[in-house]
């Protein structure tokens, strides 16, 4: 989301978003274009967003509403993605 403001068209346990940042280095399964459900909001400007295989808290910036489609997301709708091994200290 490019403004906050944007985080009044949030409806929890309907609105679904997609990720624009690689935070796969928290979890695999959470590369750019994986699609969440918010099933809550955790501070001012955090959301907790459940995947098919995960929940986390992902700050405003880091993910954008999709339109047009609510409700959970399957698996066949998350990005095929095969994590590449990191080395000790990268980001």
Do not use: H
Request: aromatic residues 4%.
């Amino acid at each position: 989301m490019k403004d906050k403001s944007e985080l009044d068209r949030v409806v929890l346990g309907e609105t679904r978003i997609v990720l624009t940042r690689d935070l796969s280095v928290m979890n695999p399964n959470l590369a750019p274009g994986a699609q969440g459900l918010v099933t809550a909001k955790l501070a001012n400007y955090t959301l907790k967003v459940q995947f098919p295989r995960v929940t986390v808290g992902i700050g405003w910036q880091d993910c954008e509403i999709v339109d047009g489609k609510t409700g959970m997301p399957t698996d066949a709708e998350q990005p095929r993605m095969i994590p590449r091994p990191r080395a000790m200290g990268e980001e």
